[in-house]
Nanobody
Framework: GVQLEESGGGSVQAGGSLRLSCEVS????????LGWTRQVPGGEREGVAA???????NYGHSAKGRFTVSQDNAKKTMYLQMNSLEPEDTAMYYC???????????????????WGQGTQVTVSS
């Protein structure tokens, strides 16, 4: 089955940067939507950034202009480069995957069927 493994979380001061990685294993040759979501304790899950099998990207409001999602197909890895981090970015960040017939089904999609365990990002002021 599909497995997702995040890495790269940690603690950073406000204004700093982090790069998260998500390695995907067991993925089929279908189209896919890959995404980053985040959640704070007691809060709702928020879509941060997503990329599809055609390379199309989508960003949540909080990520625009600061975060960049990318992928390395050879390494089957998705990345989230986070710059200008703010204390409000503190959360558990989850990598997620949805298999789809074609990438066009990913547009505006923030629901996924496969999830990683999450990696904590803590930004101090």
């Amino acid at each position: 089955g599909v497995q997702l493994e995040e890495s790269g979380g940690g603690s950073v001061q406000a204004g700093g940067s982090l790069r998260l990685s998500c390695e995907v294993s067991g993925r089929s040759d279908m189209g896919y939507c890959l995404g980053w979501t985040r959640q704070v304790p007691g809060g709702e899950r928020e879509g941060v950034a997503a990329i599809d099998s055609d390379g199309g990207t989508n960003y949540g409001h909080s990520a625009k202009g600061r975060f960049t999602v990318s992928q390395d197909n050879a390494k089957k890895t998705m990345y989230l480069q986070m710059n200008s981090l703010e204390p409000e970015d503190t959360a558990m960040y989850y990598c997620a995957l949805e298999l789809v017939p074609a990438a066009k089904y990913c547009r505006g999609k923030w629901s996924f069927g496969h999830w990683g365990q999450g990696t904590q990002v803590t930004v101090s002021s």
